[in-house]
């Protein structure tokens, strides 16, 4: 008899350790706010140090392991629309996970789309700027329908009797997502309704029409709109076509008959990122509303929800760089390589503090830009600062941030392409901001207009840019150029020579932009960081991509400190 023979056994064989090693321990149970000390410094300079107590408790909460969770929870579990109901009858509703509910829940009891309208203190628009800079970092998808609600009080005002009705519920720091009439609920949040099929930066071209009802300022609505984000809004500030020409409307989702509007969602949209909130396709069928404003008026009265709304892609665009920064920074500073940490390695100290440079500049343009939506309310300068810095910081930060996270996510390497990472979801976020609320061309379009029909806006900006010269010649001899530039726009404006203008708006809005940045840098940031912005953004001593940074750039003070 041949001996059998006898596998051998999984216990024979020597045990692999299971345990993963050089791996980065999970970036968690930290407080957003304290790490970040450019954001405490300007809270406090800028008027906010009332609220640092709640900013720092929001920034605690939000690096929790169960806040981060929402995060990804509701990025993973997305919004299910139901149009209709088991008997066919139309139910337009969007459900959403419970992780969504607790990220907005968390954002209206911290006030993100109501403090500086009912907290009259100096520094309510930076406050909330910070507490919103610290929210989207966690999770940005649901900060769309916040800031919305925000935004829609500046243009709400324009119709005084509406807004009494309506703001208390609004500025309501309960949050209420029942889908029920307003008048039945402890708080309310309104969406935007503006872009259609055939047109979302040429609104002129809106196909919307709204039939006036007697002679009241009640309107039916009959059309579309292509995006409407966070449809489960209790109301939207939409754009249609009187008899007078495009005007504003308030579109409830319920008629003060307590009837369904005929509001009804057509589908939800598949999106790149922003998978936590929902944006909907819409149709109105003669949908019950009430006008804002003047009658033909439309565009200015909406156009003051969409400052606020701009103020909030900037806020955002800033956020995202600073968390992927922090992202970096943490993965770099215990994943070793090549017998070193990450974080040693003379090439990846170039890049991280090259995103840190950017970061930097990109929080204090925003916490600038909110100061001004503060001082805008009794300063006329702040108020002509406000109107054309509100482009600018859209534009600049919303296309920086593009790179910014994608560079950052490559600092982790592979682990950085995989979703567990949080960086895919800043990256596919990141490109959002750059196309709401008017697109990167649309938004220097409106710095040429600004320029154009607003002197005191070129002198406010070069006024701002002014009070830092002195500082850094490189800087002075900048400014002096941009000043020239300006006083060029004015004249070619008045020539008429509109089209070369437009062919170099970006250019344009890119100088101005680094210019603002540079001398803020001058004044708040160190010395150190503040040469490295200048010599690598001013002063040509950079190359086309993150970590060209010059050789006599002081890394060591740069990096000194991100978390
Ligand atoms: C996720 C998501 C959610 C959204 N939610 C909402 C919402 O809730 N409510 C809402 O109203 N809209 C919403 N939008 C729509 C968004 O605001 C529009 O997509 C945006 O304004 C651009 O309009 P458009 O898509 O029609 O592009 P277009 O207007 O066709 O523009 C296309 C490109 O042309 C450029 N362009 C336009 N005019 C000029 C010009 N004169 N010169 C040079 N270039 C020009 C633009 O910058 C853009 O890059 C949402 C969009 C997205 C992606």
Redesign the pocket.
């Known amino acids: 008899m041949t001996a059998s023979f006898q596998p051998k056994i999984a216990r024979d064989l020597p045990v692999q350790d299971q345990t993963a090693q050089n791996q980065v321990p999970p970036l968690t149970n930290y407080n957003l706010f304290l790490g970040d000390r450019t954001l405490a410094k300007a809270i406090v300079r800028e008027g906010a140090a009332w609220a640092r107590e709640q900013i720092s408790e929001l920034g605690q909460l939000l690096g929790t392991d169960e806040a981060q969770r929402w995060g990804f929870d509701a990025n993973e579990n997305t919004p299910v629309l139901h149009t209709h109901d088991r008997y066919g009858n139309r139910r337009d509703e969007v459900v959403f996970h419970p992780s969504w509910h607790s990220l907005m829940k968390t954002s209206v009891e911290n006030r993100l789309h109501s403090l500086p309208w009912i907290e009259q203190r100096k520094g309510a628009n930076v406050a909330r700027a910070a507490l919103m800079m610290l929210t989207a970092q966690n999770e940005a998808g649901h900060t769309c329908p916040i800031s919305?609600t925000f935004s829609a009080v500046a243009a709400l005002r324009a119709e005084p009797g509406l807004a009494r009705q309506w703001e208390p519920r609004i500025l309501s720091s309960v949050y209420d997502p029942r889908f029920a009439p307003a008048e039945e609920k402890a708080g309310v949040l309104v969406?935007?309704?503006?872009?259609e099929k055939q047109?979302?930066?040429?609104v002129r071209a809106n196909t919307t029409r709204a039939e006036r009802m007697g002679g009241s300022r009640e309107y039916l609505i009959t059309g579309h709109?292509w995006?409407?984000?966070?449809p489960m809004c209790d109301a939207f500030l939409i754009l249609a076509h009187s008899a007078k020409g495009l005007s504003c409307f308030l579109l409830p989702r319920w008629t003060p008959t307590g009837e369904r509007n005929k509001f009804h969602i057509q589908r939800l949209?598949e999106?790149l990122g922003?998978r936590s909130n929902a944006?909907s396709e819409v149709e109105f069928a003669q949908a019950w509303a009430h006008l804002i404003g003047e009658e033909g008026r439309g565009v200015q009265t909406i156009i003051e929800m969409v400052n606020h709304t701009r103020l909030d892609c900037a806020i955002a665009a800033a956020a995202l760089m600073r968390q992927a920064l922090v992202q970096a920074v943490h993965h770099a500073s215990h994943r070793r390589v090549f017998g070193k940490l990450l974080i040693e390695q003379p090439l990846m100290r170039n890049v991280l503090a090259d995103l840190a440079i950017e970061s930097e500049a990109a929080t204090l343009l925003m916490v600038r830009l909110a100061a001004s939506f503060d001082a805008r309310q009794t300063d006329e300068r702040e108020r002509a600062f406000c109107r054309i810095a509100t482009a600018i910081a859209k534009y600049w930060l919303c296309k920086r941030a593009r790179v910014h996270v994608s560079e950052a996510l490559e600092c982790l390497g592979g682990n950085g392409y995989v979703e567990e990472s949080m960086m895919p979801r800043l990256y596919r976020e990141a490109p959002?901001y750059s196309?709401?609320?008017?697109?990167?061309?649309?938004i220097c379009?409106d710095v040429l207009r600004a320029l154009a029909k607003e002197p005191a806006a070129a002198e406010a900006l070069l006024h701002e840019l002014k009070s830092a010269t002195g500082a850094d010649k490189r800087l002075d001899t900048f400014i002096l150029k941009i000043a020239d530039e300006l006083s060029d726009k004015a004249r070619s404006s008045s020539l008429q020579d509109y089209g070369a203008t437009?062919f170099a708006a970006r250019r344009l809005t890119e100088g101005l932009a680094l210019a603002l940045q540079a001398s803020l840098v001058v004044r708040h940031s160190s010395p150190e960081l503040a040469e490295a912005f200048i010599a690598s953004r001013l002063d040509g001593q950079h190359g086309q991509s993150f970590g060209t940074l010059p050789s006599e750039a002081d890394v060591n003070s740069v990096l000194e400190g991100i978390i």
């Not at 969406?191 to 872009?195: A, H």
């Not at 995006?227 to 966070?230: G, K």
Request: proline share 0%.
């Open positions: 919305m969406g935007m309704g503006m872009t047109g979302g930066s040429d709109k995006f409407c984000s966070a949209k999106k922003n944006s959002l196309i709401w609320e008017g697109s990167g061309n649309v379009l437009e």
